[in-house]
């Protein structure tokens, strides 16, 4: 063997002693005994809790340590840790005992309330409490038993032969919603943002339905009445939906019967709405004064006892002057809207000689023969703007009883109307 080769072995042979020499040193702490890193910091507990020497120290999960030593006290269990150079641990800091596995491995971790100063510095003593302390196996299985004791035996046969029977030939099934669970868990993770909005919102949606929660009880409460009350029609339901067809039949022949004539009607309607619009004013002096005339009328008349209203029409022929000519008159088979002719009667003497054309002035414009409109005011009965040849208000009274004036009280239909108070 040429001597590099024994140099590169004893070489290597010497690195690897090295290495674990250190390597066993570091995990047994004798490095940083020698080199003089890390503090140690001391911590009390009622019992052990299953920690050895040699059990790691975490500060939330995260090793930054591990227990050197241990000893009895009067008071429970004082225990050495050596932490690592340069930790920060809060001396508020909570402690617990926790297990690695279901096997034991018990650790040591600190969790503080926050990461304040103080910190622990070399000699420090951090305080536990039973709260520290997992729970005894000794004890979890002397419950368990306690409970298993008072479960009946039978009841419990029955209960897991109906288990059984429930999951009988069920494998397949439970593993497709397994793999199906899977990906939904997966495709909820691929989109967590949008997985995150939805909750977001059904938060919201579910607020929105809480804060609305009596008026939703309301709704179904309503909601339970109507459908009571279509329960105890159903009879009468029954008859109308069986009877809606053939009442939707008659309906259609009755209208495609009326067609031909129908439309006509409705156009001759409109032609009377839009002259009706347009003397729509005299029409309400119409309404409110002609009721007033006939009650202030006459009671009475001598012979059969009873009062008549005659109303005649003279010989006059119809006026023509101020309307459209015959030739210019649209069909009533013409529906559509056009602008309204302001016609009216613009002959003389003797048409409408008791129209608006010759209805008496207001006292801002006193001169006869103007078109003039006044309103009525039932509670005060003044006509307003219509004065006297006094200059006085004309005012519509209530006659009272008129069967005093005997034979005579016909006249008072004439005269009662105009006459001012």
């Known amino acids: 063997m040429k001597r590099g080769i024994k140099v590169r072995i004893a070489a290597f042979l010497v690195l690897s002693a090295v290495g674990i020499v250190y390597i066993a040193g570091t995990y047994l702490g004798l490095v940083d005994r020698v080199l ?17 020497e040699g059990s790691e120290v975490t500060y939330r999960g995260v090793k930054i340590g591990k227990v050197s030593s241990m000893h009895a006290t009067e008071d429970g269990v004082r225990v050495d840790l050596a932490l690592e150079d340069g930790t920060k641990l ?18 040591l971790d600190f969790e503080p309330p926050d990461d304040e100063k103080p910190y622990a510095e070399a000699g420090d003593t951090l305080t536990g409490t039973a709260d520290s302390l997992p729970v005894d196996e000794g004890d979890l299985l002397v419950e368990l038993d306690q409970f298993v004791s008072s479960v009946d035996k039978r009841s419990l046969q029955t209960v897991v032969k109906e288990l059984g029977d429930m999951f ?44 609305e929660s009596e008026n939703i009880r309301t709704l179904s409460h ?17 008859t109308t939906l069986q009877g809606t067809p053939g009442t939707a039949r ?3 022949a009755l209208l495609r019967d009326l067609e031909p004539t129908l439309p006509i009607l409705l156009g001759n309607a409109v032609s009377i709405n839009q002259v009706v619009v347009s003397h729509l004013a005299g029409v309400e002096q119409l309404l409110v ?9 006459f009671t009475g008349t001598p012979g059969d006892g009873y009062g008549h209203v005659n109303l005649q029409t003279d010989g006059t022929p119809p006026c023509t002057e101020g309307y459209k000519p015959r030739n210019e008159w649209r069909p009533p088979s013409d529906l559509t809207d056009s602008p309204i002719f ?9 048409y409408v000689m008791r129209g608006p054309k010759y209805s008496p002035g207001s006292s801002r414009n006193p001169s006869p023969g103007r078109l003039y409109r006044s309103s009525y005011d039932p509670s005060t009965g003044i006509v307003s703007g219509a004065v006297d040849a006094q200059g006085n208000p004309v005012r519509f009274v209530d006659q009272g009883n008129l069967s005093i004036l005997g034979g005579d009280s016909w006249k008072w239909l004439l005269v009662g109307p105009v006459v001012s108070r």
């Open 36 to 52: 003089g890193r890390g503090i140690t910091v001391h911590a009390t507990l009622p019992t052990s809790g299953g920690l050895f």
């Open 90 to 107: 809060p001396l508020d800091s909570k402690m617990y005992v926790h297990n690695l596995s279901a096997v034991g491995e018990q650790y």
């Open 168 to 211: 009988e030939n069920t494998g397949v099934p439970l593993q497709r919603l397994l793999d199906n669970g899977s990906e939904f868990v997966q495709e909820a993770s691929d989109h967590t943002a949008e997985t995150i909005r939805l909750l977001d919102k059904g938060k919201r949606v579910l607020s929105t339905q809480q804060g």
């Open 222 to 238: 309503d909601l339970r009445g109507i459908t009571r009350a279509l329960a105890d029609s159903d009879d009468d339901l029954e």
């Open 250 to 252: 008659e309906v259609d």
């Open 289 to 297: 004064t002609y009721p007033r005339t006939i009650s202030a009328g």
């Open 342 to 350: 302001p016609a009216q009667c613009a002959s003389g003497p003797p």
